[in-house]
């Protein structure tokens, strides 16, 4: 028998070992999954950032979003950048980690240290690859919910999250209605459209395509499907812009050039930006986690659950909503959102909507964007002074 | 020396030894390429309908798209299905072959008959591969007038085209004004955006990343990059229907299941549908031809060609333009169409401009949308009446 050598890249070393708290939930207190199981071990690893409070009132939880991690507001441990949402979150910042305890976990299929394909299987002492139940965005928030129950924390002042986070603070909301005060889904949807299940299709079937990717096997056999995984990611980063955008910040110019070289190269600045994140976007992800999470997002329709009324999926309810879209989102389009607030207006819900004016497509829920800012902490003042927690 | 068996698709035996007439240009009249060659020999792949008058005054030059063909209204010779344009051409039709001389040629670096670099070099009796020079827009429409020499026809009656085909009738009507008396560009834009070439860098890296691509030279290598031909073709095929036309046709919708099957299988009608474009695209391309017709794509940008005033391009144009978009074509939108517009009336051309209203996208340009077909009919009735045209 040969020994193929495990190569893990930097990211999958996070599987396993990760930069973070980590809390392991044993076969006595399994995840129940949507696939039909009760799943153990599980280990969920988070961050935390600020303090609890004594009345257990004032912690948020941030959901993150499709490749997106627990480290929100300190350096990344693989790339060595700061945290994804360092402008958002912090003290003095909209989200206050002054006034608020903000605690934020990577979703189960990840690969940053909540139990996803990457991680070694107990039983077999090998990554789990594919034979990982499939993972539902309802999956990651029961998840998150036992992390919280760990952490003795009842009740959550908000549920916060853009993209497929806002997936999870609308399946929070309707999962665990009293122990949510109040939720910011920004830049998401009820539902994945089929245009959406499209492009996340054409990323899996990039890495599956890739030889490397042996069935999904490839840690085993020492192999890496990075080409199938750098072109998903190029094709989803295409989603996460305004056309407007990319033709401002690249339009046609060329990369380093003065004309075309009649070739194959990166001629184009767009091009070689697009390379440049399929690149370095296989430094810290894995290929099968990508697979996990996109099928999350595809399965997700919150309205199926409730008997294909989305209303019904919040009745009663008594949190406090600020749905955010951008008007150059064209994943998760306004009227994704809007689809969201009638829902809640048709269940007599508190909500406000908020669509900011930006040409930074999808992405602007990861950027600094002034008016999103103080929405941000314009909606979580008022939330805090009705739910009684002290200024800073 | 081991001999590696050349395994052609049916498509690449296209390449070579088509079913079309075909005009072989040698050295003696060689293809001055962009790329700063003379390149011979050129063969040149067409097909006809219709018969030419004696004026020789009602020939349409009808160019094809980015994958499509000179088969615009017969039988397809590898897919055995109906020419893509079988709707709009024929006796009686929108482009009636009982009235006009239609012609339609395969662009060079196609794969149906035309060189491209899967045909042979003669020099070395292998396929070209990527030692055929890149290819522009405006080689192409060398080419065709090179044919159209050949045929003894000085000036088209019209010259019609949809998407890439549009970027061609543009052309022509720069490079060739005298021998354009009308012409229709559908779909098109004057130059490929920053979003355009993103979407088409997408599918070549898909192609490159395959390893059985082995750097273009896998017709020798008796390899065949179909799984990466496959991506690009999916990724491709989103951005030619609307997010509205995919969730009407598709939706959420199972694939022959009531439920999700929580496995990677292709669940969703949508996923299925994606598979299966990617499926049969590789039987009739080769994976060369995708990267040299997406880079003339890219490189298109006319106004560059006249000093960056698109309206430059068109000064003192006789030829009468009808402007045709979709409301629903986010590859190439009405705002193109419009950027097109402007420009001929700065250069005070004679242009009538159609959007037509459809929620079916790009696409379509090929299907039978009944105000699109009514525009054409009309536009070429009147023009042929300024021609002289008899009727039928």
């Known amino acids: 028998m040969t020994i193929v050598p495990k190569q893990r890249a930097l990211g999958q070393v996070e599987a396993d070992t990760p930069h973070s708290l980590v809390v392991r939930f044993d076969s006595d207190r399994p995840l129940k999954m949507d696939a039909g199981c009760a799943f153990a071990p599980l280990s969920v690893a988070y961050q935390t950032y600020g303090a609890l409070n004594a009345a257990k009132s004032n912690a948020i939880l941030i959901c993150h ?6 480290h929100v507001a300190n350096t990344h441990p693989v790339t060595g950048k700061p945290g994804w949402w360092q402008t958002m979150v912090g003290p003095g910042k909209p989200i206050d980690t002054d006034r608020y305890f903000v605690i934020a976990a990577n979703v189960v299929g990840g690969c940053m240290g909540t139990t996803g394909p990457a991680s070694t299987d107990p039983a077999t ?16 928030v029961r998840a998150q919910a036992m992390l919280l129950d760990h952490l003795g924390i009842e009740t959550l002042f908000s549920v916060i999250g853009g993209s497929m986070g806002g997936m999870q603070v609308l399946q929070w909301a309707a999962s665990y209605p009293e122990r949510v005060f109040s939720a910011m889904p920004i830049a998401a949807a009820a539902k994945h459209s089929s245009q959406n299940i499209a492009f996340h299709e054409v990323g899996r079937q990039a890495i599956m395509a890739d030889p ?9 056999e020492g192999t890496n499907p990075n080409k199938g995984l750098a072109v998903a990611r190029m094709a989803a980063h295409i989603t996460y812009l305004s056309e407007k955008a990319l033709q401002r910040k690249f339009g046609r110019n060329y990369q380093d050039r003065a004309a075309p070289t009649f070739s194959f190269d990166a001629d184009f600045q767009i091009e070689n930006y697009l390379r440049y994140q399929g690149a370095s976007f296989v430094d810290r992800f894995d290929a099968n986690s990508y697979l996990y999470v996109t099928r999350a997002c595809d399965y997700f329709d919150l309205a199926g659950d409730y008997g294909g009324s989305l209303a019904a999926a919040f009745k009663g309810t008594k949190t406090r909503f600020c749905v955010v879209s951008f008007t150059s989102d064209w994943l998760y389009p306004t009227s994704d959102s809007r689809a969201i607030v009638h829902a809640l207006n048709a269940a007599a819900a508190s909500v406000s909507f908020v669509e900011i004016q930006t040409d ?14 103080a929405t941000t902490r314009g909606f979580l003042d008022a939330a805090a002074r009705a739910r009684g927690i002290a200024e800073h």
């Open 212 to 220: 490397e990717w042996r069935n999904g096997r490839y840690l085993d």
């Open 65 to 70: 979003a499709l490749t997106g991690d627990q």
């Open 125 to 140: 002492g090998r990554a789990y690859g594919l034979d990982l139940p499939l993972v539902t965005i309802r999956d990651m």
């Open 360 to 373: 930074r497509g999808h992405d602007a829920f990861l950027l600094e964007v002034p008016e999103f800012f």
